[in-house]
């Protein structure tokens, strides 16, 4: 079974330029979670969907970060403008029950 | 809120040693538990979990019993290895089922020959 597929795997932008993340979550499985990861912290949720409906987005910045998973399938996450502390780890994750995650994007923010 | 607080890291070990990361939780109602890791380079992996009081998660050698009157969920193994170095992340989810996970900050383990 393949798992949750990310791209890019690295990224580096300059602030106030913007970027965008891909996640292909596994098949079948209908919740999709975006998480930041900060250096040294544990993943931060930023949005759920089930489907292609937002279940939580309470923690995303919404002046910056945009989400959205059109047909239920793949997601992308984008940051316009970045700043510097927006340099993190984004990780997407999938699941029927148990949360499986991909391997992450790492971004820098320079 | 719910939150989860783990023993800060480095862990480092000896092979073979004794592991014991602790881990403890703030949440209300009856959440489910997990221990979550992440070898280097890699996502996120479930290590073991557990939903009720007094269950006992283990896999590949790591065990974590669900200790609800210390709200606890400490990750143990008895000889540990050096492909286990690794961050070690413990984990909430809200209720008895699956849903969006709180984690603690990550304790990293280094374990030597």
């Known amino acids: 079974e393949a798992g949750v597929a990310q791209s890019p795997r690295y990224k580096i932008i300059e602030k106030r330029q913007s970027v965008a993340f891909w996640c292909n979550p596994i098949s079948g499985h209908a919740t999709l979670y975006w998480y930041q990861q900060i250096l040294g912290q544990g993943p931060k949720l930023l949005i759920q969907?089930?489907?292609?409906?937002?279940?939580?987005d309470s923690q995303l910045p919404k002046d910056r970060f945009s989400a959205e998973r059109l047909k239920g399938v793949d997601s992308t996450l984008k940051i316009q403008p970045a700043k510097l502390e927006d340099s993190a780890v984004y990780l997407c994750?999938?699941?029927?029950?148990?949360?499986?995650f991909g391997p992450g994007t790492r971004l820098t923010v320079t | 809120g719910n939150s989860v607080t783990q023993m800060e890291g480095p862990v480092t070990l000896s092979e073979e040693a004794f592991l014991t990361i602790n881990c403890t939780y703030t949440?209300?109602?009856?959440?489910?538990l997990f221990w979550y890791v992440q070898y280097p380079g890699e996502g996120l992996q479930l290590l073991l979990k557990?939903?009720?009081?007094?269950d006992k998660g283990s896999n590949k050698g790591f065990e974590a019993t669900y200790r609800k009157e210390t709200t606890s969920f400490h990750l143990e193994k008895g000889s540990v290895q050096v492909s286990d170095s690794a961050v070690y992340f413990c984990?909430?989810?809200?209720?008895?089922?699956?849903?969006?996970?709180?984690f603690g900050k990550g304790t990293m383990l280094l374990v030597s020959p």
């Open positions: 949440a209300t109602g009856y959440p489910s």
């Open positions: 994750a999938s699941s029927l029950n148990e949360q499986y």
């Open positions: 969907f089930q489907n292609n409906g937002v279940v939580d």
């Open positions: 557990a939903t009720k009081a007094d």
């Open positions: 984990a909430l989810s809200a209720n008895s089922g699956y849903s969006t996970l709180t």
